[in-house]
């Protein structure tokens, strides 16, 4: 039987010194972020229960997930996203709660797609969740607490809006199997022009196929609305568009100058999620999204607690990956000092170690026998000093 104890699983890697400093660091810049506009941090189970995940519009492929058994034989899964618990949560313990509700994490999620190359199975994400308002000015805080994360960066990026609701409105007139529908989406999702043709090809031609194949392309700016309008002359449509476009343009001040917003009408991932308006960001280098969210206002209804939500998570990993391709990672924070005990002086070093360090300084204690490997120790770590005690103490640089 071969042996895997040199090795991490597939989809997991160890991270070093200056890679965690990165992922450290952007993550404490998006919970300061957070904080500061009045969220408070949540923290879930890394274990869940299956069922958590597996009702209507929480479904998660059980393919996708890390599943074990507790004591009694139930089914657990690792946590593959934060939002279902936060609903969870939010049903039961904080039910009673004035609403809105302004939570925010920073965790890891797992799932597993074995057909994807250099994938990862663990992802740290760090999200908000604002409950129990369906303002438009609840869209914008989150869409405005979005761009200032993505701006955080130090990057190019862009915000991409759509609306679900045209996707919906428009595949509902579409006398289709479930099945059809999603394959549908997934075409329109992947923008697979050639597939989505021929498939819809297969309901004859109509307003209605028409409008769904050229969804993907109805991207860009202001005129994205005007195309949509002459596209899809439905009442329900032009109402979800006007929305859209209202946002669009609010959104579009928010927005400083290191990043864009766009219109995606073909952003239609999770219909049964998602309820209204979806967001997406991206950082320049980088072709998958760092950011995703959306407006998801039936979701914990399942949970039984009826009330609006929308938030979205960014994903710390592929943020860190994009700074430690584009600049070089920062150094790990080298000792100030390094504090050498003579024997039967190791208690009177320590407190002087400490002393040192209230003063602000990184400080390392010696683990050598003799001063000598103690400098060679300093040199090789580019340590300045050595702080030699023997019943007195003494400085010695290096």
Do not use: W
Not at 178 to 192: G, H
Not at 279 to 293: C, D
Not at 310 to 327: H, T, W
Request: charged letters at 30%; glycine letters at 8%; aromatic letters at 8%.
């Amino acid at each position: 039987m071969k042996n895997y104890d040199l090795i991490t699983p597939e989809g997991t890697k160890d991270l070093l010194f200056g890679e965690c400093i990165v992922r450290r660091n952007i993550e404490n810049t998006l919970m300061g972020l957070f904080r500061s506009s009045g969220y408070s941090e949540t923290i879930t189970p890394g274990l869940e229960f299956f069922d958590v995940f597996n009702l209507n519009s929480r479904y998660f492929p059980q393919e996708n997930l890390y599943k074990l058994t507790d004591s009694k034989g139930r089914l657990l899964v690792m946590r593959p996203d934060t939002t279902m618990p936060i609903a969870r949560i939010v049903a039961t313990r904080l039910r009673d709660a004035v609403l809105p509700l302004k939570l925010c994490y920073a965790q890891a999620v797992y799932t597993t797609e074995p057909s994807l190359k250099g994938r990862s199975d663990e992802v740290v994400q760090a999200g908000i969740e604002l409950i129990g308002s369906q303002l438009k000015m609840a869209d914008l805080e989150v869409i405005s607490t979005a761009v200032d994360s993505l701006s955080s960066f130090g990057m190019e990026f862009s915000l991409e809006l759509g609306h679900i609701g045209i996707f919906k409105e428009l595949v509902s007139k579409l006398d289709a199997s479930e099945k059809d529908k999603e394959n549908i989406r997934k075409l329109i999702e992947n923008k697979n022009f050639p597939a989505l043709n021929d498939l819809l090809d297969s309901f004859g031609n109509s307003p209605v196929t028409n409008a769904l194949k050229k969804l993907p392309a109805l991207f860009g700016g202001e005129e994205v609305f005007e195309k949509a309008e002459e596209l899809m002359p439905d009442d329900n449509i032009k109402r979800i568009l006007d929305e859209l476009r209202n946002i669009y343009a609010d959104a579009s001040e928010l927005c400083g100058g290191d990043g864009t917003i766009t219109v995606d009408l073909g952003l239609v991932n999770k219909t049964d999620y998602y309820t209204g308006l979806i967001i997406k960001g991206y950082l320049q280098g980088h072709g998958e999204e760092v950011l995703s969210g959306g407006r998801y206002d039936k979701l914990i209804s399942e949970f039984g607690y009826d009330v609006p939500a929308i938030g979205f998570a960014v994903n710390i990993n592929a943020v860190a990956k994009l700074m430690e391709k584009s600049d070089v990672l920062p150094a790990e924070p080298k000792a100030d000092v390094i504090v050498y005990a003579e024997e039967g002086c190791e208690v009177a070093a320590l407190k002087a170690a400490k002393e040192l360090r209230e003063q602000g300084l990184i400080v390392e204690n010696a683990l050598f026998d003799d001063l000598e490997s103690v400098r060679e120790y300093a040199m090789e770590k580019k340590i300045a000093k050595v702080v030699v005690i023997d019943g007195e103490s003494k400085e010695v640089n290096i």
